[in-house]
Nanobody, 118 residues
């Protein structure tokens, strides 16, 4: 049973930083594609960043230069370092993982709320 648990969300002022963590269990984390998504009220869920089994990463244009995705395969952890936060970053953030190299993600965490005040 694949299990993902996010942590690290909270309330922060604009310009501040947060680091989200996602703990993975139940599978060989190093072989999975993993990503961070977010969903703001009234908006569709969007991909924020993803990382393949190695170090190949992708970051959405809206967060490029401010957010950084990383992983610790030994510890089965996924991270999202978020700097220079602004109110538009307010959303529920989800980590996701999948054993395939493309397509929809099969496994999702429960989400963690990030709120950025102006």
């Amino acid at each position: 049973q694949v299990h993902l648990v996010e942590s690290g969300g909270g309330l922060v002022q604009a310009g501040g930083s947060l680091r989200l963590s996602c703990s993975a269990s139940g599978w060989t984390f190093s072989s999975f594609r993993a990503g961070w998504f977010r969903q703001a009220p009234g908006k569709d869920r969007e991909l924020v960043a993803r990382i393949l089994s190695g170090v190949t990463t992708y970051h959405a244009d809206s967060v490029k230069g401010r957010f950084t995705i990383s992983r610790d395969n030994a510890g089965s952890m996924l991270f999202l370092q978020m700097n220079s936060l602004n109110p538009e970053d307010t959303a529920v953030y989800y980590c996701a993982a999948d054993p395939s190299i493309s397509g929809p993600y099969d496994y999702w965490g429960q989400g963690t709320q990030v709120t950025v005040s102006s």
